[in-house]
């Protein structure tokens, strides 16, 4: 059975995959205060990649505290 530890969400635009892992974050709100338009715990998904450009969503996912929030580089 899968834990609730173990639950990845991955959230994709043409570049990059934003990679939150919920069970780390501390619910900071540096995110969703810092940028609105991509994270937004009231939505469903809570991540919009159309929100912003990549560069700008790079650099909100850095500000994460916890590292609940990473992103990796699309390969193909
Ligand atoms: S910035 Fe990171 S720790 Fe804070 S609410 Fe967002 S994902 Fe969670």
Redesign the pocket.
């Known amino acids: 059975m899968e834990s609730k530890e173990n639950i990845v969400k991955e959230y994709s635009n043409d570049e990059i995959t934003v990679i ?1 892992k919920p069970h ?9 205060k ?1 940028l609105i338009s991509v ?1 937004d ?1 009231r939505k469903k998904p809570w991540v919009n990649m159309e929100g912003a450009r990549t560069e700008r969503i790079i650099k909100q996912v850095n ?7 990473t992103y990796k580089e699309n390969t193909n």
């Open positions: 939150w780390i974050c501390t619910h900071s709100t540096n995110c969703w810092g994270f715990p500000a994460c505290p916890s590292k609940a929030l």
